[in-house]
């Protein structure tokens, strides 16, 4: 670029440097080229996406989540891990792992509001840990139980019935604790 009291020349160099990468991403074609492959190609049509849910459903929510809240405060001890989420509707759903540092005995509360009933899987390497039995929640009161996890990882996992039906305001959660 030019310095200060530099010529004119040194701009335009700077604009034709500028000019030419601008006109190297276009491209041109003739009869000879082959045609763009389908997956370049812009359908025009907008992602799929999942719906919005309305102000109902969401006040509704709202009141299951401080329903679940007060729910698993009957877990007591240190938390390992806590997660809650919708427990229906399409795309919705929890997913969580913690690191268990020392192994030994384990509460896990779990509740679930709104809905009759979600299950809750628990899962550690197989190789290392028992194989834990899905958590089957009745919704119209709170399961706790004591589990034996190793050292490792612990994951958890609500899985629905219908993942595919409308929204509720339905949640669910669980907490792991230890004694």
């Not at 997956?39 to 919005?52: D, I, K, M, N, T």
């Not at 929510?61 to 698993?72: F, G, H, V």
């Not at 938390?79 to 792992?97: I, N, Q, R, Y």
Request: hydrophobic share 35%; charged share 20%.
């Amino acid at each position: 670029m030019s310095r200060r009291g530099g010529t004119r020349p040194g701009r335009c160099a700077a604009a034709v440097v500028v000019l030419g990468s601008v006109l190297a991403g276009c491209s041109y074609e003739d009869a000879s080229d082959p045609p763009p492959t389908a997956a370049l190609e812009y359908s025009g049509r907008p992602a799929p996406s999942v719906p919005a849910k309305g102000a109902d459903i969401l006040d509704r929510e709202a009141r299951n989540y401080a329903e679940l809240k007060e729910r698993l405060t009957v877990a007591a001890g240190s938390v390992l891990l806590d997660e809650s989420g919708p427990a229906d509707g399409p795309g919705v759903g929890f997913s969580k792992t913690a690191r268990v540092k020392a192994g030994g005995a384990y509460t896990v509360t779990a509740a679930c509001a709104g809905i009759k009933e979600v299950n809750i899987s628990i899962s550690q390497d197989p190789g290392t840990a028992a194989e834990l039995p899905p958590l089957v929640l009745d919704c119209s009161g709170v399961l706790s139980q004591v589990v034996e996890l190793q050292p490792g990882y612990v994951g958890v996992h609500l899985t629905r019935q219908d993942p595919t039906g409308p929204w509720t305001g339905a949640v669910a959660g669980i907490r792991i604790t230890a004694e």
